[in-house]
């Protein structure tokens, strides 16, 4: 399989960006020349690199760790700051008392019906202590399991932090879950209590979010606490075990002592979807999930004190945890918002990035693709010149839209941070760091200490130019402590392919100037008359078009040539959805892949299915289609889409 990448350098680092840089700030204090000298020592020299990074971040022990690096039981378990004792919060809020963070703004919010509200770090600090306290009187204690089902309100944060300054392990949920997937996610963590609201508005529909875990309650016997904060003022029916949140934490104390943590210490459970019904439990630890993510976070992708952070996204994504982990842990500002960005105004992302002035933004290509429909008039009435960086991640980029994003909200100045990694790495695999150049979709580096490499089948490293999977030569100090309850399905998921080798189950390539490329995932490759080919390499040719937004290209069994191509597509509005269209996007594949590409059939629909994450879904697209299960759709935020896409009829080969 081979990717030819967009051929033209968009982008190049410019002094005032890269003199005030974070990563520039490493390389000085780390006193090695240069980034390229920088990253080859950190691959060859893992245990260097963790170091350098745990002085440069300035992480907080109670107890400085004995061993920082412990293989003894094979790279598979490598352990880390083996004997130190910390706590996230130790590092995220305590540092901060009698600095100037302490009465900057932690916090502005908005909810959906435009209510808004802010929290500086010492208010911010006093609730988490009022709630650690009140937890603590509930009986929970160091090591207790305690699910995290809200929406993003002010008081996901503090509930966030203070489960975890009171030693219990978080188990975030999707606040869109219904009962089944809440119930397998706390049973297999046997949490003893959930924190969650009355209800959320989806586009102002209200959603009772305590209904739901009702439901969930009655098949999890470990569950003894439902602490629910009254965000809509619903009425509720009282449950044996419900405790209200602000009787819960009137009275309680505003100074609580945070629990001392062996730095191996489970601090979340983060559950990632497989494609069976059974998600995968990845265990992220106190002291390593803090210092790879904030290394992500601060130094590669530039996030400091003086930000102000925009990510939509949603607790149960691991950019929930990092966002209100990177902001307090930098003393930065996070602006979050309930709801969705293109709601109750189609333009309400761009306009929050005007009122707050945000300077350092997370965003996905898929909502990119999404918003590239609406009319100009809508971005042309909103100011982004407060930019400083765009940190990207979830789906590949496509060069339409890229570069789109790259004009129109980047003014062709500001760099877009590509990111990839996933739950299980605990932050990123490649990035982007202001120090190189830039094409549209790349990722201009590895991630130093990592060991980043492009391999075969046999894990050989591939050249240049020829696609291959996504793996680590190293155990990265962020990779999960295997997955909870089942290390042989960790050992099966990403050790045994290559012995001593993490595969990821991407499909990436690097190009002659050392720009790497994540083509989608490497079950959702297509066999076609023997060509291994990634979706992405069709889909791209079909947006291109610029007649649909939205693209899902699957294989599908052929007779003669083993798999055949089909694609389905989402058009835009005011499209026609009829043959013309779908034999032109037929046309255009064949003249932009050649004729072995050619589509066996076009499925126009309304939307795709989507993680949470806004990742296409194309084993469920596949299976639906095909007539097969598909396999665990608890992560899945439109089930909306699922009913049409079982009512299509693939053509027969």
């Known amino acids: 399989?081979?990717?030819?990448?967009?051929?033209?350098?968009?982008?190049?680092?410019?002094?005032?960006?890269?003199?005030?840089?974070?990563?520039?700030?490493?390389?000085?204090?780390?006193?090695?020349?240069d980034y390229d000298e920088l990253l080859a020592k950190s691959d060859a020299d893992p245990e260097w690199f963790w170091q350098s990074a745990i002085k440069f971040l300035d992480i907080k022990f109670y107890k400085s760790y004995d061993k920082l690096?412990?293989?003894?039981?094979?790279?598979?378990?490598?352990?880390?700051?083996?004997?130190?004792?910390?706590?996230?919060?130790?590092?995220?809020?305590?540092?901060?008392?009698?600095?100037?963070?302490w009465n900057k703004t932690f916090i502005h919010h908005e909810t959906e019906a435009g209510v808004?509200?802010?929290?500086?770090?010492?208010?911010?600090?006093?609730?988490?202590c009022q709630l650690t306290e009140g937890l603590r009187s509930l009986g929970l204690t160091k090591g207790d399991a305690v699910g995290l089902y809200m929406p993003m309100i002010p008081e996901v944060a503090i509930a966030f932090l203070a489960i975890i300054k009171m030693g219990g392990v978080v188990i975030p949920l999707f606040?869109?879950?219904?009962?089944?997937?809440?119930?397998?996610?706390?049973n297999d963590g046997q949490a003893k209590a959930v924190i969650t609201v009355d209800g959320?508005?989806?586009r102002s529909n209200i959603i009772n979010l305590k209904e739901t875990i009702d439901e969930a309650k009655t098949n999890i016997p470990s569950m003894e606490h439902v602490i629910v904060f009254n965000h809509m003022g619903l009425e509720l029916e009282t449950k044996p075990g419900d405790v209200d949140w602000i009787e819960l934490t009137r009275g309680m104390s505003n100074i609580s002592e945070t629990e001392i943590m062996q730095a191996e210490a489970p601090l979340m459970l983060a559950y990632t979807s497989g494609t069976t019904g059974m998600p995968k439990g990845t265990v992220h630890t106190h002291a390593s999930f803090m210092i790879k993510a904030m290394f992500d976070m601060q130094v590669l992708s530039e996030l400091t004190e003086q930000d102000r952070l925009l990510w939509m996204s949603d607790m149960g994504w691991l950019v929930g945890a990092l966002q209100i982990m990177g902001v307090s842990f930098t003393g930065a500002t996070l602006v979050m918002a309930e709801g969705a960005p293109n709601y109750p105004e189609p333009a309400r992302i761009w306009r929050l990035i005007d009122d707050y002035k945000v300077s350092w933004l997370g965003f996905a290509p898929?909502?990119?693709?999404?918003?590239?429909?609406?009319?100009?008039?809508?971005?042309n009435q909103y100011d982004f010149s407060s930019l400083k960086v765009v940190l990207t991640t979830g789906e590949p980029w496509n060069p339409d839209a890229w570069l789109w994003f790259f004009d129109k909200i980047c003014a062709n100045k500001v760099p877009i941070l590509n990111l990839t990694g996933g739950t299980e790495i605990g932050c990123g695999i490649l990035g982007t760091t202001v120090l190189r150049p830039l094409k549209p979709c790349c990722f201009n580096t590895a991630i130093p200490g990592m060991g980043a490499d492009i391999v075969d089948d046999s894990g050989n490293t591939m050249v240049?130019?020829?696609?291959?999977?996504?793996?680590?030569?190293?155990?990265s100090m962020g990779l999960t402590r295997g997955l909870w309850n089942n290390p042989e399905k960790y050992l099966d998921s990403y050790w045994r392919t290559v012995p001593n080798v993490w595969v990821h189950g991407d499909w990436a390539v690097k190009d002659e100037m050392g720009m790497w490329y994540v083509l989608g995932r490497s079950d959702d490759t297509l066999k076609i008359s023997g060509k291994r080919t990634g979706p992405a390499e069709i889909e791209g040719p079909l947006l291109a078009?610029?007649?649909?937004?939205?693209?899902?290209?699957?294989?599908?069994?052929?007779?003669?040539?083993?798999s055949a191509v089909v694609c389905v597509c989402v058009p835009k509005d005011g499209i026609i959805d009829n043959e013309s269209l779908k034999q032109e996007l037929i046309n255009h594949v064949v003249d932009e892949m050649g004729k072995s590409y050619k589509p066996r059939q076009v499925v126009l629909v309304e939307d795709l299915p989507k993680t949470r994450t806004m990742k296409i879904m194309r084993r469920v697209v596949k299976a639906l289609l095909l007539g097969d299960e598909p396999g665990d759709l608890s992560s899945m935020v439109n089930p909306e889409s699922i009913p049409y896409l079982k009512r299509q009829q693939l053509l027969q080969s």
């Open 69 to 101: 690096r412990d293989q003894t039981k094979g790279i598979e378990w490598t352990q880390w700051c083996l004997g130190g004792q910390t706590n996230l919060i130790l590092n995220c809020l305590d540092k901060h008392k009698g600095t100037e963070v």
């Open 200 to 202: 959320t508005s989806r």
């Open 464 to 475: 240049d130019g020829k696609v291959g999977e996504l793996a680590l030569r190293n155990h």
């Open 116 to 128: 808004k509200s802010s929290l500086s770090y010492a208010e911010l600090d006093a609730k988490v």
């Open 545 to 562: 078009t610029g007649k649909i937004t939205e693209a899902a290209v699957i294989g599908v069994p052929d007779k003669v040539g083993g």
């Open 366 to 379: 898929t909502i990119a693709r999404i918003f590239m429909n609406q009319p100009s008039e809508q971005l």
């Open 175 to 186: 606040s869109g879950f219904g009962p089944e997937p809440i119930a397998v996610r706390l």
């Open 1 to 33: 399989m081979e990717y030819q990448p967009y051929p033209d350098v968009v982008w190049e680092p410019n002094e005032a960006l890269t003199s005030k840089s974070e990563m520039q700030r490493f390389i000085h204090v780390s006193k090695v020349a």
